[in-house]
């Protein structure tokens, strides 16, 4: 079996994740062989860790010299561009947290990089590749609902109000849409389509982001999907797909590993399936990066650049509902 | 104990409802005592399962001759209009069902009415008046869930779609919104006021009316409510009032007479509380009724001409937003 190396920008939570997870990708011997933190301690401390040999403080650095197959991005977003953009330039293959940048016009640059350096970009919206969404949409597919009305999702996290929190600060891309809201928002468009009306409310913190986020997108004629965020409160953390002859529960935390999905006929059967895999699930994107790269493509079609700018598009429109910007912009 | 004389205006399921609930009212010994129905058959067969000694089959005439303390109108709610109007002018005094009418023009003009004729008149939003509501307008104040930020709710039925069918037809005032959607607005209106924005998605049938309603009200700079009617697909039917500290979830049905109420504080307890209370509900309305006319009044402080008006706006807003108009407007 091949072995496929991984650089990894950032040492945070997803960042340890994502390293814990990558021996459950089944198509390559991946492994962990870079690190890169604006702390050297920082990067040998993880990178002892994870048994990689190489640790960077430098980007450039990084990007010149680590011997790695593909990039993992996963520093907080307002970072995302300018590390995407040296990789690329550097021919790396790119996998960069979502959002991969925090506009259009930023995504737009990068995958147009990726183009002109003929390399490999994805947004790592990991839950697009879990088995759970997989089984959502051939249930779709087999019309286990009829027609496709709605969607209702959520997802909230009580941040900690600690001074310089990420959640709540400007500076460093805060605010629940960029966040959270990106998870109910890709599932609304991964199953409806880009929506054709987008109609939102938050209640904005004195520092000018948006603690949480209600969102009305209409998709055409007949569906619509209703969508919150919130760092300040608690929503079921559940997504409900609705048609016109049942509907299907994915439980709570519907974006990562729920506990099940429940379908549910109008009038009819109710069925409770457990959802379970191993690990937390962070795999199944990886193991898509080294089949398109296999492949030689330059991105995926399963979480596609297109894909990854309506997602931008959406959050933009959003964000401009509201005025808020980021200070970077 | 007083004895406090109804005519009832129409006899379909709410109707009956509420001559079944009529003997829970304590304020008073209530019984019907007029029917009034389209046809005279129709209308003995309720009054003689009601033990009511009169019965209509001509509105003027009931209006002119029934011995009743006040009317009950429990018609579709196209008719409502013509019904009080009539019933006004008599002085007799009204509770009409909800929405009163099917414009804000409408329930205006019953309003201007019932001032000119110093009489009576409350729309029947029994819901109001119920217990549950009361136990969460108490914790509320209380503020067991600190500072109110959003309220969810729902309310569907998954109608028949025989021809004819009162809930889809335009001639008799069908929709999902009129007819459903008017519970959660009303509660969203109860508990944080005035909607400042109204933002709306509808499915329209072929015939113009909407098949469900996703509403996404925001009121001032920190609340919103999500808010939906569907009679084509399913809802939670539950409502989750959600604040800084804490929540409240009314179970399914909500508007009815929910099994329990949930009350949870973030990272701390979860109780839930039975609800309980005898028959279905409605005589909490009867006596509110029973109530303001002791005393008096011409309009409830619970159930204001202002709060019905600002509920029939909401809902104008919302209809004129996707063009539905009905053939009798």
């Given at each position: ?28 011997k ?36 680590s ?12 970072m ?8 690329l ?87 629940s ?10 599932l ?19 520092k ?24 300040i ?24 590993k ?18 379970q ?34 997602l ?18």
């Open positions: 079996m091949d072995e496929f190396l991984w650089g990894v920008i950032g040492t945070g939570n997803i960042a340890e994740a994502f390293a814990e997870d990558l021996h459950l990708a089944k198509n390559a991946h492994r962990i062989s870079a690190v890169l933190s604006r702390e050297m301690s920082t990067a040998r401390e993880f990178a002892e860790k994870f048994k990689a040999p190489d640790s960077f403080d430098d980007l450039e650095q990084f990007a010149a010299h011997q790695v197959n593909a990039v993992y991005i996963a520093t907080p977003h307002p995302h561009f300018e590390e995407a953009q040296v990789c330039k550097h021919k790396l293959p790119v996998l960069c947290e979502k959002p991969m940048g925090i506009s259009k016009r930023q995504v737009a640059e990068m995958f147009e990089t990726a183009k002109q350096y003929n390399t490999f970009l994805m947004e790592a919206m990991w839950t697009r590749f879990l088995p759970s969404i997989g089984m959502v949409q051939e249930m779709l597919q087999n019309e286990a609902i009829g027609e496709l009305r709605h969607i209702n999702a959520s997802l909230s996290f009580l941040a900690p109000r600690e001074e310089g929190s990420r959640y709540f600060e400007p500076s460093l891309g805060g605010g849409l960029l966040d959270l809201g990106i998870y109910p928002v890709f609304s468009q991964l199953l409806m389509g880009k929506p054709t009306n987008i109609h939102s409310s938050i209640k904005r913190s004195e000018g982001i948006d603690e949480n986020c209600a969102m009305l997108l209409q998709f055409g004629a007949d569906k619509y999907a209703m969508l919150e965020s919130s760092l409160t608690q929503t079921p953390n559940t997504a409900t797909i609705t048609g016109t002859s049942g509907q299907i529960i994915i439980t709570n935390p519907w974006n990562e729920p506990p099940s999905i429940v379908y549910e006929k109008y009038h009819g059967v109710k069925c409770e399936e457990p959802v895999w191993e690990g937390r699930g962070l795999q199944f994107e990886v193991e898509e990066v080294y089949d398109c790269l296999r492949q030689g493509k330059i991105s995926s079609e399963k979480m596609s650049p297109e894909f990854s700018l309506n931008i598009e959406t959050m933009d429109t959003i964000r401009h509902q509201h005025s808020i910007r980021y200070p970077f912009e």
